[in-house]
């Protein structure tokens, strides 16, 4: 079975600072997808960014990009000049190719200090 | 325009009662999810739908009754509730290639038993 991990319940960053969020998971398979997705206070699940695993760059998105480990099984997510509206938890993702079940760990609770 | 919207978005409700959460979605996709978020804020899947058909049913217990009249539709029942069912369920949709496609999530309906 698939299992996604978290090990940073809580982190805090200043305001314009860039901050790194960890994820490892377990999976057995070689082609598979990896995401993270931001759920700020309305509750709103929104995709950051999004990994296939036979790519060997490391996906960006703007100010969010991630560094991708594959023999470590290691997906973490920087996030760069960081916004008070970057405040929220923060959840990373994993899926088999040919398997529709995303796998979630357990969350970050991100908090920005101005 | 709401890609996924589910109704109601909170819901208060005695033990026992029975109650129904709906889903839609206009993006055109071939799959929909149902995941729980628990008081803990753990994502799990319940079900997911392939073109009206289940394809994954997460050892949920049977009071709760997924039916989905068409691929854009989606809707949740649950029967005789418990304490325990308390929590925030998220109605989602995919391409359904099987190819980790983004999963696009609705708001959430926060379900609340008393």
């Known amino acids: 079975a698939q299992t996604v991990t978290q090990s940073q319940p809580e982190m805090s960053v200043q305001e314009a600072e860039t901050v790194t969020l960890s994820c490892t998971y377990d999976t057995s398979e070689s082609d598979y997808y990896l995401f993270w997705y931001k759920q700020p206070p309305s509750r709103q699940m929104i995709l950051v960014i999004r990994?296939?695993?036979?790519?060997?760059q490391n996906a960006t998105e703007n100010r969010f990009s991630v560094n991708f480990q594959k023999a470590a099984k290691s997906f973490s997510l920087k996030i760069s000049d960081s916004q008070l509206g970057d405040a929220a938890m923060y959840f990373c993702?994993?899926?088999?190719?040919?398997?529709?079940?995303?796998?979630f760990g357990t969350g970050t609770r991100l908090t920005i200090i101005p | 325009d709401t890609a996924v919207s589910q109704t109601p978005k909170y819901l208060v409700t005695q033990m026992g009662n029975d109650k129904s959460i709906k889903c839609e979605q206009n993006l055109g996709h071939d799959t929909m999810y149902w995941y729980k978020q628990d008081s803990k804020k753990f994502l799990k899947i319940m079900f997911s739908?392939?073109?009206?058909?289940?394809?994954i049913n997460e050892t949920v217990p049977n009071r709760f009754s997924p039916k989905s009249p068409d691929k854009a539709h989606l809707n949740l029942h649950i029967n005789s509730l418990e304490l325990g069912d308390s929590a925030v369920y998220f109605c989602?949709?995919?391409?359904?290639?099987?190819?980790?496609?983004?999963?696009?999530f609705g708001e959430g309906s926060w379900l609340t038993v008393v």
């Open positions: 739908y392939n073109n009206k058909e289940l394809i």
């Open positions: 990994q296939e695993a036979y790519k060997q």
């Open positions: 993702a994993h899926t088999n190719f040919g398997n529709e079940k995303l796998t």
């Open positions: 989602a949709s995919s391409q359904g290639d099987r190819r980790g496609n983004t999963i696009y």
